[in-house]
């Protein structure tokens, strides 16, 4: 399977911010930078001649600002909006970004928000990529259950409950024997009672995780070990 990379575009008017920015970019083995620029009519210009999966976008510029930019898109790459003012959070979702994220940008919250587009990227383009699945017993059947669709797994009793994008399904085990299905890579084990689809984080602090809206249990010694496998590794 080829390795997913995301071609990507960098644009802040900030000189200091823009350096910051590219920097954590050009270290992140799947991201490849093809431009900078510090205005959005530049990028606009130069965008329809390029392929880019991947757009990093200050939202506080002179004269086009970054909701106006996204405005003039016709066709809109998976766009990161960042910005030191948190008032633009709830607003920056009106426009379908894949991410929001705050100045200063944090290396940690950085790789979750690459995950995110990598598994919004991978989820487009699915027809060329094998997808991975496994096989459960539940209510005396087998079921498959592809992995990218599971969010997280909880234990429930004698048994595990696989909560998925669009279901929840039931199975007999304990949470160590099931963990054994699943990629050491892409699935951690946070809590006592939760493992969690590392690609499906969207927020996290020392003592929570935040899946799909929902608030899950981290325990504290595991935090070590979470912000260790949302590095994206070569």
Known sequence: MKKTKLKCILI???????????KIIKEHSKLDLINEYDNGVDAKKDIGSNIIDLIFLDIEMPGFNGFEFLESLEHKPQVILISGNPNYAMKAFDYDVTDYLQKPVD???????????INNYELENAEEIELEYIYVNSNLK???????????????????KIISTDKKTLILSTMK???????????LRIHKSYTVNLEKIENFNGSTVEINEQVIPLSRHKKEALIKALVVIE
């Open 177 to 187: 024997a099931f963990a054994k299905q699943l990629p050491k890579d892409k699935f």
């Open 12 to 22: 802040d008017d900030s000189t200091v911010q823009r350096r910051a920015v590219a």
């Open 107 to 117: 290396k940690t919250r950085f790789d979750v928000s690459i995950r995110k587009a």
């Open 142 to 160: 087998k079921t498959k259950l592809f992995l990218n669709e599971i969010l997280w797994i909880e234990a429930y009793g004698d048994y595990v």
